[in-house]
């Protein structure tokens, strides 16, 4: 029998060894197993577990022990060898203890040096990685369809009220860090530019390049790379705490659906807001870029807005509000697909987040770069 130092008001924890008669051992544990009663001699009681667990045909019995918590448990489950015995017995209500340890993820090992058979294992399991997300992508892209159609045969379905607080949230909220960065690029693109004109004598053309620049690609791209960290993220963060919280299981029990509720309401929300937030950051832009011009190259604010029509065809501003619509439904979608797959616990919720952020940057500027290319006979005189 082991015993450690404990409470008074703790029976101490307590291992009996018996033979069975077949030539086997019963082990029975009593008392409180606990980390207060376990106290300082931890150590020595786990040794004594794990050379009674060498015995592949002994019986556990755990029936007589008190009280147990999550430091008995594991220390049980390691002199186990993070398995379950094949004779054990113990309380129902322990039971709960032992179902999470065995279900627990564990850290992958660390695998040292450099083998082709590693590197193979490394880019199959990457390749099929991205090949679940895609296929969890496009099917939240099916869903959302599907309920998007059936919220326009019944109108009143519609969560408004829920739109309207991400329009806030996603737009409104960001207009002072838009019009800032916006402003300050347009300042920096229009000195940049300014010291090159004024070598060949080309100052006018500052109008072409600002308009062309900010409105077709700076403007957008900026816009969606900012609502992406900002809002992109925080989408991500609330549906991954409602995992973590376990809200998204009871909306599942409730019957209520996590696309019209959760997915909808955020994916038009962002449609609606970051084209208004791409006009916002246009002209934050386009105001800093004309300051600066007046500044280095004496053009008037008065000489830029009479050319600015002339030299910047309205498709332009068509083709970055059209890219604004498509950017916010992928930052809303993505954002979206992380946060429901984010898995309960705190490190999965840290790793959705971030990847939110990553892969929607990574989305906009491969979007941005097929416009560019499919629509590059577009908006030039």
């Known amino acids: 029998m082991a015993a450690v130092s404990a409470p008074p008001s703790q029976p101490e924890p307590q ?21 207060q009663a376990l106290g300082r001699r931890a150590a020595e009681i786990s040794a004594k577990l794990q050379t009674y667990a060498a015995d592949p045909r002994a019986a556990w019995d755990l029936t007589g022990i008190d009280r147990l918590d999550d430091a008995g448990a594991v220390l049980l489950w390691r002199a186990w060898g993070a398995r379950r015995p094949d004779r054990l017995l113990l309380r129902s209500e322990h ?13 992958p090992r660390r695998r040292r040096g450099f083998s082709p058979l590693n ?38 379905h519609i969560p408004w009220r829920t739109i309207s607080a991400n329009v806030y949230r996603a737009g409104a909220q960001a207009l002072g860090i838009t ?23 080309a100052d006018i053309f500052i109008v072409d390049i600002l308009g062309i620049g900010i409105i077709r690609e700076i403007g957008p791209v900026l ?29 599942a029990v409730l019957g209520i659906s996590q696309i019209q509720r959760l997915v909808l309401p955020r994916v038009a929300a962002l449609a609606l807001a970051l084209p208004l937030l791409v006009l916002w950051t246009d002209f934050s832009g386009l105001v800093g870029g004309i300051l600066a011009a007046e500044v280095q190259l004496d053009v008037g604010m008065q000489d830029f807005l009479l050319r600015l029509p002339d030299a910047v065809p309205v498709s332009n501003l068509w083709l970055g509000l ?60």
């Not at 060894?17 to 008392?31: P, W």
């Not at 709960?96 to 993820?105: Q, S, V």
């Not at 991205?130 to 009143?156: C, K, W, Y």
């Not at 816009?223 to 909306?251: F, K, P, Y």
Request: with cysteine.
């Open 15 to 35: 291992i009996r060894r018996e033979d069975a008669g077949d030539g086997s051992a019963r082990l029975l544990l009593a008392g409180t197993w606990n980390l």
């Open 95 to 107: 039971e709960a203890f032992f179902h999470h340890l065995a279900h627990a993820e564990h850290p």
């Open 119 to 156: 590197a193979a294992l490394g880019t199959g399991r990457f390749a099929l990685l991205m090949a679940d997300h895609a296929a969890g992508f496009l099917n939240l892209v099916g869903q959302v369809v599907i309920e998007s159609l059936r919220l326009l045969t019944h109108p009143s």
């Open 179 to 201: 019009a800032m960065v916006g402003f300050l690029i347009g300042v920096t693109l229009s000195y940049l530019t300014a010291r090159q004109l004024k070598i060949v004598g």
């Open 223 to 251: 816009a969606a790379v900012l609502v992406a960290g900002r809002s992109g993220s925080a989408m991500t963060a609330q549906i991954g705490v409602m995992r973590v919280t376990q809200e998204l299981d009871a909306m």
């Open 322 to 381: 059209s890219k604004g619509l498509v950017f916010g439904v992928l930052i809303a979608l993505v954002a979206c697909h992380l946060g429901l797959r984010v898995r309960p616990n705190t490190e999965s919720l840290g790793i959705g987040t971030t990847n939110s952020v990553v892969t929607s940057i990574t989305l906009v500027i491969l979007v941005d770069a097929a416009f560019a290319v499919a629509f590059s006979h577009v908006g030039f005189r």
